[in-house]
């Protein structure tokens, strides 16, 4: 257990809105592995997959507004006939999203960390995901997507400035561990970040400890696997007799 002195420097969390770029480096992994059992994009189709997924998060830029509804029992059938790239890109960050919350509750990941208050719990274990499988390698391959702003990502409708200013917030998520990232991520004045000044020093203690718990390790790896069974499966059905 996380030692009593360190309990007790919990402050109460500012609120704001739930979407958040935690999660993003997972993400990333998740849809290279799909886009690999496919194998239907080139590597412009591939940024602009990934740069879909990504982009559900954007609302983590102040004054930026919902772009989408959440959508609900995507298939991976649906997300392999759907055309555009980038808007398969963005119906697999829901999928993603559904296929995480199933295995969270599987696991009773959010039981097993009690000191985080629960309206930021989820924020928190998606952080915690990606401090998981954090690596150098992983983590220059998702900052190469960011090389360029994607044709779908300006149908969008979000300004060009603010793309910009978006990938750089991404790209610095993706040089450092999300304990160290956040340091410097609370201090932007530009995000919504989800965590007050006085509680990130709490977080990356937080996020250290529970990276090292051997369970919070399992379900990690148990979700990479989950979709990876999911990929064969579909690949069994509708990709064989291609």
């Known amino acids: 257990m996380i030692p009593n002195f ?5 402050v109460f969390f500012i609120s704001i809105s739930p979407f958040t770029l935690t999660g993003a480096l997972l993400d990333v992994k998740i849809s290279e592995s ?13 940024q602009e997959f990934i740069l879909g997924v990504l982009m559900n998060n954007i609302q983590f830029l102040d004054e930026i507004p919902i772009l989408r509804e959440t959508e609900k029992n995507v298939s991976l059938k649906q997300i392999f006939s759907t055309d555009d790239p980038f808007e398969a890109g963005s119906r697999f960050f829901h999928y993603i999203a559904e296929k995480r919350e199933k295995t969270l ?5 959010e039981e097993m960390i009690g000191v985080i208050p629960k309206n930021h719990l989820k924020v928190f274990i998606s952080f915690l995901e990606d401090e998981v499988i954090y690596s150098k390698l992983l983590s220059g391959k998702a900052s190469s997507y960011l090389s360029g702003i994607s044709e779908g990502e300006i149908l969008t409708g979000v300004r060009v400035e603010k793309l910009a200013i978006w990938h750089g917030v991404l790209y610095k998520f993706f040089s450092e561990k999300p ?16 965590i007050s000044e006085e509680s990130v020093q709490f977080w990356k203690t937080a996020l250290i400890f529970y990276s090292q718990n051997k369970k919070i390790i399992e379900y990690v790896m148990d979700l990479q696997e989950e979709f990876e ?3 064969e499966i579909f690949s069994l059905k509708h990709l064989n007799s291609r």
């Open 229 to 231: 069974k999911a990929y």
């Open 34 to 46: 799909w886009m690999q059992t496919v194998d239907k994009y080139n590597s412009k189709q591939k």
């Open 6 to 10: 360190i309990i007790n420097i919990i």
């Open 179 to 194: 304990s160290s990232s956040i340091m410097s991520l609370q201090k932007d004045k530009r995000l919504n970040f989800p």
């Open 105 to 109: 509750q599987k696991w009773g990941v």
